[in-house]
């Protein structure tokens, strides 16, 4: 089998390095490992390795203090810091040496098998450009940042354990994708993974949904039906949306978290669970139990172990990544391949994003299909931006529609479009912002939207899909 990094462990503990050893190899790391300084220069001289893992004192030398010559002769190995040494001093120093991560004894072993992983993936990157690694391409989520790293860690505590999680951030941050990590990384990936979203289950309906019901427990119910919650036994069952939970619903999800059993609508029987709880939402919750909206019982129920998604705006630095790994996925849906220029990444990263990375992914794939060229420059971001851009901020200046219409042809033509698709350019142009206010003016509300509208719910939903901006309550949104 292919290993995916070379790993040097200098730590003269045996038991410690056998179980770091053991742990890197189940993840198909090739592992050395050596006990001395001496050994350790030894072996950097006659193999080369993607990560070193270092005790610092160790039985001839410091082992933070010889590092110098060993990162000026190999820069782009990540050095991880482990010490029983847990002072300041020792943080400071490894910091000195732009240590990848600093480890004080004991240590979490999730969370150091993961620091591996991504001082690998960033070492691969050295190797292979800035392009997404095959470690990454395996990964539910991509990024780099601080920011992520705060989230990985997060996603490392949970892996062996069922405590229940609350990840909250912004619609479209990647929520649902933190959840099918914790699932699939973690000990009950043979398990089910059930996303159910509760913004989209009508509220007389949401009980049956996920508890399941008897037959002829309502009208309708000519048999016996299976709740998510059943569907889930021995998995994770997901519930987004968590904030638009009806409260009758609410009552009864927080007696199935204390009372670890559920029954169905109708019947009598007790049902224990084996089911992990994971929850998500983009709402204030604190502001809902102040409102009496939510039950601020099963708020602390849910969240155990809060886990917080940053907006893309406070991880630019993985803009690059995101675009470059939506690139690949446009490949793999059957689009065009395309490669990204830097001034078009600086560009990207320049831009607000307030759909977040759904509304970057979106994006991407309206270049690759909207773009001639086989590299996309900002000069390319430029054109398919400048439209939408003009048609909100005339329509915001209170100019008539003819003259946003005759001054978006007008731009049309300076920038060389000609006659083409100048349809779907201006229905572009002028939709996304359209539904940005009746949105706004409905405060969210799809249904609400959608009659101010006069089309059909499913009609906006996929138009907002389509157009990367945030669902607003009554959506069925993903993240």
């Known amino acids: 089998m292919t290993k995916i990094g070379r ?115 960033r070492s691969r990157e050295h190797v292979d450009g800035d392009h997404e690694t095959s470690f990454e391409a395996n990964m539910p989520m991509v990024g780099r940042s601080p920011a992520m790293q705060d989230v990985y860690r997060m996603v490392a505590r949970l892996l062996r354990n069922d405590l229940t999680a609350l990840i909250r951030g912004e619609s479209g941050t990647g929520k649902e994708l933190v959840a099918e990590a914790i699932h699939n990384l973690g000990h009950r ?36 039906g299976i709740g998510r919650f059943e569907q889930a036994q021995g998995g994770t069952l997901f519930l987004d949306e968590i904030g638009d939970m009806p409260m009758h619903a609410q009552t009864r999800l927080l007696r199935a978290l204390q009372s670890g059993s559920i029954s169905r609508v109708g019947g009598k029987a007790n049902i224990r669970l084996d089911v992990r709880i994971i929850a998500a939402t ?3 919750l604190e502001a809902l139990i102040g409102e009496g909206k939510f039950r601020e019982d099963l708020y602390y129920r849910l969240n155990v172990v809060p886990v917080l998604m940053p907006p893309l705006r406070a991880r630019p630095d993985d803009v690059g990544l995101l675009a470059r790994h939506f690139l690949q996925l446009a490949v793999k849906e059957g689009l065009p391949t395309k490669t990204i220029e830097d001034d078009a990444i600086m560009l990207l990263r320049a831009m607000q994003w307030r759909g977040n990375v759904r509304e970057l992914k979106n994006f991407i794939c309206r270049l690759v299909l909207t773009s001639r060229e086989d590299r996309i420059s900002a000069v390319t971001i430029s054109s398919l931006n400048a439209s939408s851009e003009i048609a909100a901020e005339m329509v915001a200046g209170g100019c008539s529609f003819e003259s946003a219409v005759s001054q978006f042809l007008q731009d049309h033509r300076q920038r060389n479009h000609g006659r083409e698709r100048v349809y779907a350019r201006a229905l572009a142009a002028f939709e996304r912002p359209l539904l940005q206010m009746i949105l706004s003016q409905a405060k969210g509300n799809q249904l609400q939207a959608a009659a101010i509208l006069g089309i059909n719910r499913n009609t906006l939903r996929k138009k907002l899909t389509e157009y990367g901006l945030a669902g607003g309550r009554g959506g069925e949104t993903r993240g």
């Open 7 to 121: 790993i040097l462990i200098v730590e003269d503990d045996s038991s410690i390095g056998m179980v770091v050893r053991a742990a890197l190899e189940a993840e198909e790391f090739e592992v050395d490992i050596c006990e001395t300084i001496g050994a350790r220069d030894s072996a950097l001289a006659s193999a080369s390795y993607d990560v070193m893992l270092t005790d610092v004192v160790l039985r001839d030398q410091d082992g933070l203090a010889s590092l110098a010559p060993v990162i000026d002769k190999m820069p782009h190995m990540p050095v991880i810091v482990m010490s029983a040494q847990n002072t300041l001093d020792t943080a400071v120093r490894a910091s000195e040496i732009n240590a990848f991560e600093y480890f004080p004894k004991p240590f979490d072993l999730d969370e150091l098998v993961l620091a591996v992983k991504q001082a690998n993936a």
């Open 189 to 224: 990936k043979t398990g089910p993974f059930v996303a159910v979203n509760m913004a989209a289950i009508p509220s007389e309906l949401i009980e049956a949904e996920l508890f399941g019901h008897e037959k002829g427990a309502f009208t309708g119910a000519v048999g016996q």
């Open 282 to 284: 983009n709402q204030d």
